[in-house]
């Protein structure tokens, strides 16, 4: 492979304009695709095989006109009056009638008469029905919702607009572009030259927008969740700029030592872009193996997340060789410009020498803290509980949460999620006598305020119940809720019963993803150790590998759970509701921080065996690798934190917790766990490290992921004036 791509870089970089205007062309026709097929995203989960899920598809049949997307104009009379009185009463009428005049509304229903008044009379519920799903209301229906009923509140009263048509496509803007300028600042600091920065910035960025240009040209044809786009795109930036880093760096190195520009693009593809490419390989293979746990949503947004990740790699070894032969010397700082440079071509006794140093020398305290550390930090990983978010958790001041407070308010929290029980008979007969059956057997259940009539289908064989949970949607004890209802109504055999609404939805999903968590996780960890069993030919770094990336991932959600789930410090990033983890949260932190604890791994340890191989001890070979790598590691690592951190400043909390927590991971995994107890480790285990039976060294194929093979191939070839060319 190292062979394969060294022609490749040289390739580039000598047919630069060709390249350069392939890939600009592609970017052109995707971007056009993007603006002309581009779909909705979509906010619905869906998880086949659930009960939720079949009741959903059982009321899609029976109840067609109810099938679209629903709206909850909350209203409020001031503090001392009522919503009874005549006057607000008519006022309130007059909203009624509003509210069924908008464009999209196939119905909006008067509290008084579907009893959606608080007892006190002073709250009350207008439910509105759409025609269409809420991933099909247009903005301006949407907006037309959101601005109804200001007659009623110049009249004094208060309006709040809910439901799921308020449910929003999550929007990315200059908040995130912080994190790109501090990685652009990274890039200056460490290549100390704005050229060369500028280029693998501007390399980075066409990746993306290929990435996304083409996942929105798709979008069309599957259904994309609103949350897929937002991580293809943070994914993409991080991996993207990183992935430039690594060879930009080689290619620097390579031109100090001598070499021709083609030659020195080619060497650093062939090297470096060994490593970038096995890396990226195992970013897309852990974000594809998201398909096991067969939930379709996860599945679009593993495989969308690594298509985004593939791009990156073909970026950085074509594009990248192409760019930098149009700027050609101007890529290494002004005092190293005039030619071949062997003192600067040396590696300076810098920080990552002498942090190696005493990390080996106090090997067993070092690994003793960090580990105590980090399983400290593990703890509350314990407490965790999972649920999809609702209108309750939304940031403050948004349209959703002031409705979801006030419904909250007036009626209780287990008003703003309500569950729908389907109940399904061969006759009307058998359909009623199951109703009266279900609804007996749930009189006096514990935190169960109510059970609605029923209201029934065309042609009465199924009907539809709402039942009032006393907590609100993510409480555990509304979670208990739902399993005692399933209980009792297993009980019936008279007819089919389902419970379902988005609160037992979510708790549906959260359940699916607890169950295949495990699986994932073992595939996760037997696939590291097998793929660097055949990158480092060794038992012992492979083992050690997987164990560093579980005290990460451990860490990691110990430390998600103490902000977003217990609240400690959640003021500092603006999370004012803490509660559950988002559902999928855990399982996908797994996949993303899989591939990226192999990039740091990769890149520091190759170093090790390399220099182990070529005669060094074992604890000299350790303090190479992490001299030679620590200063392009820790700018990869500031540059990766930099990006996911800039996501952490959106009000979605489903997008907050993820950019916090990938931040949090990277930053753990690449300066606790590679750049600190791996060494460490690695000095303990000293020739041992390397050990590998013989029968199965026969066995495993020799990958060259550092192109070793390639530079001895080259090497030998050259002249002895050549290095001065």
């Known amino acids: 492979m190292a062979t394969l791509l060294y022609r490749l870089g040289r390739g580039a970089f000598r047919r630069r304009k060709v390249v350069v205007a392939l890939w600009l062309g592609l970017l052109l026709a995707l971007g056009g695709g993007a603006l002309a097929f581009m779909g909705p995203t979509s906010s619905n989960f869906t998880i086949p095989g659930t009960e939720s899920q079949r009741a959903i598809d059982m009321l899609a049949e029976e109840f067609p006109e109810a099938s679209g997307t629903t709206g909850t104009i909350v209203v409020a009379a001031p503090e001392g009056e009522t919503l009874t009185a005549p006057q607000r009463q008519a006022q309130l009428g007059q909203l009624v009638k509003e509210a069924n005049d908008l464009p999209g509304v196939l119905a909006a229903l008067d509290p008084f008469t579907t009893g959606s008044v608080s007892p006190d009379g002073r709250y009350a519920l207008i439910s509105v029905q759409f025609t269409e799903q809420v991933d099909k209301v247009t ?352 009980a019936v055999d008279s007819a089919d019963i389902l419970l379902t609404g988005a609160t037992a939805f979510g708790i549906d999903v959260s359940e699916s993803l607890s169950d295949a968590m495990p699986i994932y996780l073992i595939l996760v960890v037997g696939l590291s150790i097998l793929l660097l069993m055949l990158v480092f030919r060794s038992i012992l770094v492979p083992v050690k590998a997987a164990l560093g990336f579980l005290l990460t991932v451990g860490a990691t959600f110990g430390i998600t759970v103490l902000v977003f789930q217990q609240g400690n410090l959640a003021g500092l990033l603006g999370v004012d509701t803490p509660g559950p983890l988002v559902s999928f949260l855990p399982i996908l932190l797994i996949g993303i921080l899989f591939g990226l604890a192999m990039d740091y791994e990769v890149f520091l340890v190759s170093r090790m065996r390399e220099d182990f191989v070529h005669g060094d001890t074992a604890q000299q070979a350790t303090i190479n690798g992490m001299g030679h790598g620590a200063r392009v590691v820790t700018a990869a690592a500031l540059i990766m934190v930099s990006v996911f951190a800039g996501f952490m400043l959106m009000d979605d909390p489903i997008i907050k917790s993820m950019g916090f927590a990938m931040a949090i991971g990277v930053a753990i995994d690449a300066f606790v766990v590679r750049m600190t107890i791996v060494p460490a480790v690695m000095s303990l285990l000293g020739k041992s490290a390397w050990w590998l039976p013989g029968w199965l060294s026969k066995i495993l194929p020799n990958v060259d992921i550092e192109g070793e093979s390639l530079r001895k191939q080259l090497d030998s070839a050259r002249t002895p004036d050549a290095a001065q060319v």
């Open 139 to 490: 903005d301006s229906q949407r907006t037309a919702y959101e601005q109804s009923g200001s007659a009623a509140q110049a009249a004094g009263l208060q309006v709040e607009h809910g439901g799921e048509v308020m449910n929003s496509e999550p929007e990315v803007g200059s908040t995130e572009a912080i994190g790109v300028a501090v990685a652009m600042v990274v890039l200056v600091v460490t290549f100390g030259s704005l050229v060369a920065a500028g280029m693998t910035m501007l390399n980075a960025l066409i990746g993306v927008g290929v990435g996304m240009a083409g996942l929105y040209a798709l979008s069309n044809t599957f259904e994309m969740t609103s949350v897929t786009p937002v991580l293809a795109l943070m994914l993409g930036l991080a991996v993207g700029i990183d992935y430039s880093l690594f060879i930009s760096s080689r290619y620097r190195q390579n031109l100090l030592e001598g070499f021709d520009g083609d030659e020195a693009a080619g060497r650093a593809v062939g090297t470096a872009g060994s490593a970038v490419v096995f890396a990226g390989a195992t970013v897309v293979i852990a974000l594809a193996g998201l398909a096991v746990v067969q939930i379709p949503f996860l599945t679009v947004m593993g495989l969308a997340a690594a298509a985004t990740v593939a791009v990156a790699v073909l970026v950085a070894i074509t594009l990248l060789p192409a760019l930098l032969g149009f700027i050609g010397a101007r890529v290494l700082p002004r005092k190293h410009r005039g030619g071949p440079d062997k003192a600067a071509a040396e590696p300076t006794q810098g920080f990552g020498f002498t942090w190696a140093r005493w990390v080996t020398r106090a090997r067993i305290p070092v690994i003793l803290a960090g580990v105590l550390a980090l399983g400290a930090l593990t703890l509350p990983a314990t407490d965790m509980r999972l649920a999809l978010p609702d209108a309750g958790s939304g940031p403050a001041g948004s349209a959703p949460r002031e409705a979801a407070d006030l419904i909250a308010e007036g009626f209780g929290p287990g008003f703003t999620g309500r569950l729908a029980l389907v109940v399904s008979g061969d006759s009307p007969e058998q359909t009623a006598a199951a109703v009266q059956e279900i609804t007996t057997e749930l009189q006096g259940t514990e935190n169960l305020l109510a059970v609605t009539p029923p209201n029934l289908s065309g042609d009465q064989t199924t009907a539809l119940l709402s039942i009032i949970p006393g907590t609100s949607p993510t409480d555990e004890a509304t979670e208990d809720l739902v399993h005692t209802i399933r209980e009792k109504a297993a």
